[in-house]
C-alpha cells in the first residue's frame, strides 16, 4: 500500500514537467490551460467512472454538500494560482513552493484530526517539509517574487482543500470524488473564461489529455492515502517528488538545481526511509 504514493509522487513529477512544456506555448492563457486540463481530466476518467461509482446517502446532506462546494471553489482558485505561477517560474523553483502544500495538510490534519497525532511520523514529516523550505532560501531571505507568491497561496488552497476534503472523503470512492470535483471545476472555469481552443495545438492537447490521466490516477491515490494510510504518512511519501522532478527538469528542461535542492532531496529521501520503517514496525 506504501508504495501507491510514491508511484504517484512519480505522476506529480512527470505530470509537472509536461504542464511546464505545455505552458511554455506562446500564446497559451494559464486561465484557458486551467479549463482545458480540467476537461482533459473528466474526458480520462469518463470512460471508468460508472465502474468506481459509489457514493453514501450521507454524502447528500446539507452539510456534507457545503463542504463539498467549499472544497470545489477553493480548489478553482488554487489551481489558478499555481498556473499562473508555473506559467513563469522554473520548474527547479517553482516545485518547492508547490510542494509547501504538504507542510500545510500536516500542519492542519495534525492541528485537527487526532488520529494524526503520530509524534515520530510529524516530526519526520516537518523535518522533509522543512529541508524544502531550506533550499529556497538564498543569502538569509527567501527569493519570493508574485509568481512564487502566487504559488505559495495557491500551495496553501490545496492544502486547505484537501484536509477539508478528508471529512467527507468516507462517503465517496476517490475515483468518483475526483470525477464529480473536477467536473464542476471545469463548468465553473468554462463559464467563466470561455476558452475557443484556437490557442491549443493538436500537439498540446494530446499531451493535455496524458496530463489529465495522470492527475485522475495521481489525485485519486491520495485519497486512497488518506483513507488508509493517514494524512500525515501519504503526504511524506509525496514529497518524493521533488526527487523525481529534479531528474526529469534536469534531464528534459535542462535546468540545473544547485546545491540546495540537492540537499534537501538527500533530507528528503532519508525522511521517507524513515518513515517507511517506522510505519512497517508499527503495523507489525
Known sequence: MIELPIIGSLLEAAGTILEKKVLRSKGLDSK?????????????????????????????????????AFVIIIAVFANL???????????????????MQYLFVVLLAFAFYPSERNPTLFLLAMAANIALILAHVRKHHLVFDKYILAAF???????????VSNLILQYYNPFVFYFIR??????????????????????????????????AVYRTIIYYG?????????????????????????????????WRQIASTIVIVICVAAAILFKAKYIL
Not at 494560482?81 to 510542494?99: A, D, G, H, M, Q
Not at 483513507?227 to 500525515?232: A, E, F, M, P, R
Open 153 to 163: 497561496f495557491g500551495s496553501f488552497l490545496f492544502s486547505v482543500e484537501l484536509v
Open 32 to 68: 484557458n490551460y486551467t479549463t482545458y486540463e480540467f476537461l482533459a481530466i473528466i474526458l480520462a476518467m469518463a470512460p471508468f467512472v460508472w465502474l468506481f461509482w459509489n457514493i453514501d446517502s450521507r454524502a447528500l446532506t446539507v452539510q456534507n454538500l457545503l463542504i463539498f
Open 226 to 258: 488518506y483513507q488508509h494510510l493517514g494524512v500525515v504518512i501519504t503526504s511524506l511519501l509525496f514529497l518524493l517528488s521533488p526527487v523525481f522532478v529534479f531528474l526529469f527538469a534536469v534531464l528534459y528542461l535542462k535546468e540545473k538545481p544547485d
Open 81 to 99: 494560482l499555481i498556473f499562473y505561477s508555473l506559467k513563469r517560474e522554473n520548474v527547479t523553483e517553482f516545485e518547492p513552493i508547490w510542494l
Open 182 to 215: 473536477c467536473s464542476f471545476i471545469f463548468l465553473i472555469c468554462f463559464i467563466a473564461f470561455r476558452p475557443n481552443g484556437k490557442d491549443l495545438s493538436r500537439k498540446n492537447a494530446w499531451i493535455i489529455f496524458a496530463i489529465g490521466a495522470m492527475w
